[in-house]
């Protein structure tokens, strides 16, 4: 993972959300985790963490949080017209709790493992909550070293069991040339082709999106 890249994309999006009138939360982007913190965290959850996960915590960030949104007079269109903000955020001393509410779900709303609504709920920790009770998680079912990246709605939505990448450094790579829309899904959908293809930095849509604001990403 090129981490001088990643940074350099954070920093284009930023330039071009405020050369536009959008609101920018402060990025922030704390030290790498250590071994130790790794270890607590995974006694704590009970599991290990995927290989590229805890990789990009060691070397780059144990915690990162962006968030911009349009100005209120900046609108798309087409099959972009309802992507009003973006976030990119994790957080080693957070992922406990983030799993800890995630499962609250689990056990009030999507307890049966045979439906398949729900098993989609199973067998996966959560890094990223979209804040309206959906999630960002690994998928734990392959039992696999390191997880692909899906997306867990609690509405009916339609990116319900995505696959957004096959691990989180190809998430952070494919996401990052979007501008990190979203996390809704409603707002990243468009950008992907169906269920299994995981977000398409090259597609159309991808390419119209950041011709549209200017982005070199």
């Known amino acids: 993972m090129d981490y001088r890249m990643l940074e350099h994309r954070i920093a284009?999006?930023?330039?071009?959300?405020?050369?536009?009138?959008?609101?920018?939360?402060?990025?922030k982007i704390e030290a790498a985790a250590s071994s130790q913190q790794i270890a607590q965290?995974?006694?704590?959850?009970?599991?290990?963490?995927?290989?590229?996960?805890?990789?990009?915590l060691l070397e780059f960030s144990s915690a990162l949080y962006l968030r911009w949104v349009f100005p209120d007079d900046f609108q798309l269109d087409g099959e972009l017209d309802g992507i009003f903000s973006g976030m990119l955020h994790w957080d080693l001393g957070l992922l406990k709790e983030i799993n800890d509410n995630k499962n609250a779900w689990i056990t009030k709303v999507f307890s049966d493992?045979?439906?398949?609504?729900?098993?989609?709920?199973?067998?996966?920790?959560?890094?990223?909550?979209?804040?309206?009770?959906d999630y960002i998680a690994f998928d734990l079912v392959e039992n696999s070293l390191d997880a692909c990246v899906i997306y867990l709605s609690h509405d009916d939505g339609e990116g319900h069991g995505y696959k957004l990448a096959d691990n989180f450094i190809d998430f952070l790579e494919t996401w990052s040339?979007?501008?990190f829309v979203g996390g809704e899904d409603w707002q990243w959908v468009a950008f992907t082709a169906n269920a299994q293809s995981g977000l398409l930095p090259e597609s159309q849509c991808a390419k119209s999106f950041r011709s549209l604001l200017k982005l070199t990403i």
């Open 177 to 179: 040339r979007i501008a």
């Open 41 to 56: 965290c995974e006694n704590q959850l009970g599991c290990k963490l995927p290989k590229s996960f805890k990789k990009v």
């Open 12 to 27: 284009n999006i930023v330039e071009r959300m405020h050369a536009i009138g959008g609101d920018v939360s402060q990025v």
């Open 113 to 133: 493992p045979e439906n398949d609504y729900d098993k989609v709920w199973h067998y996966t920790l959560a890094f990223y909550e979209v804040g309206n009770g």
